[in-house]
T-cell receptor, first 114, second 113 residues
Framework: GAVVSQHPSWVICKSGTSVKIECRSL??????MFWYRQFPKQSLMLMAT?????????EQGVEKDKFLINHASLTLSTLTVTSAHPEDSSFYIC??????????FGSGTRLTVV | DAKTTQPPSMDCAEGRAANLPCNHS???????VYWYRQIHSQGPQYIIH???NNETNEMASLIITEDRKSSTLILPHATLRDTAVYYC??????????????FGTGTSLTVIP
């Protein structure tokens, strides 16, 4: 149980375009989901906390207008990277609080902006 | 921000026990210790968590000191597939309100044949 599905697993996009990443809790409801970014050989950096039915809370230094988060249902949160540039290329990971063991993580999305 | 300190890297011989330490001297009374691992280019995988008592599951054992300022994750018989980065995280109880879950730098464990 407590599976989080993240889609797509990888995406390549042109500079200036937007990319949407989906995070779904498959067998449990998640009122809170989290989005992380990970650069090569670095740890996961929390970007924002996604709350169902309300605005996301962003960590200091994360541009909320660039990283749009929508959490419209108890099983789905989306992260849209707007006007992506090469420096946005990274590994994006979502997680959801499962109420049992803590947090379940998605398998990640490798974004490459060319 | 991360509240834990871990050695950056460790090696372990295949078949031997891997003991991964973690310091969390500022842990508060209701915070749990969680351990996750991340195999290259995958999402973190849950291993174990605990509050103050030692815990064991099919993957590992967690030993928490009496003052709760440090803990050790034990993989009893390491295999090559246990090569990963291991993260020790201090956070709210699993059934809590969902405060942020911050990762430190973790320990890169290499299991050697």
């Amino acid at each position: 149980g407590a599976v989080v599905s993240q889609h797509p697993s990888w995406v390549i996009c042109k500079s200036g375009t937007s990319v949407k990443i989906e995070c779904r809790s498959l067998d449990f409801q998640a009122t809170t989901m989290f989005w992380y970014r990970q650069f090569p050989k670095q740890s996961l950096m929390l970007m924002a906390t996604s709350n169902e039915g309300s605005k996301a809370t962003y960590e200091q230094g994360v541009e909320k207008d660039k990283f749009l988060i929508n959490h419209a249902s108890l099983t789905l949160s989306t992260l849209t990277v707007t006007s992506a540039h090469p420096e946005d290329s990274s590994f994006y990971i979502c997680s959801a609080r499962n109420g049992v063991s803590g947090y379940t993580f998605g398998s990640g999305t490798r974004l490459t902006v060319v | 921000d991360a509240k834990t300190t871990q050695p950056p890297s460790m090696d372990c011989a295949e078949g031997r026990a891997a003991n991964l330490p973690c310091n969390h001297s500022t842990i508060s009374g209701n915070e749990y210790v969680y351990w996750y691992r991340q195999i290259h280019s995958q999402g973190p995988q849950y291993i174990i968590h605990g509050l103050k008592n030692n815990e064991t599951n099919e993957m590992a054992s967690l030993i928490i000191t009496e003052d709760r300022k440090s803990s050790t994750l034990i993989l009893p018989h390491a295999t090559l597939r246990d090569t990963a980065v291991y993260y020790c995280i201090v956070s709210d109880p699993p059934l809590g309100t969902g405060n942020q879950f911050y990762f430190g730098t973790g320990t890169s464990l290499t299991v050697i044949p």
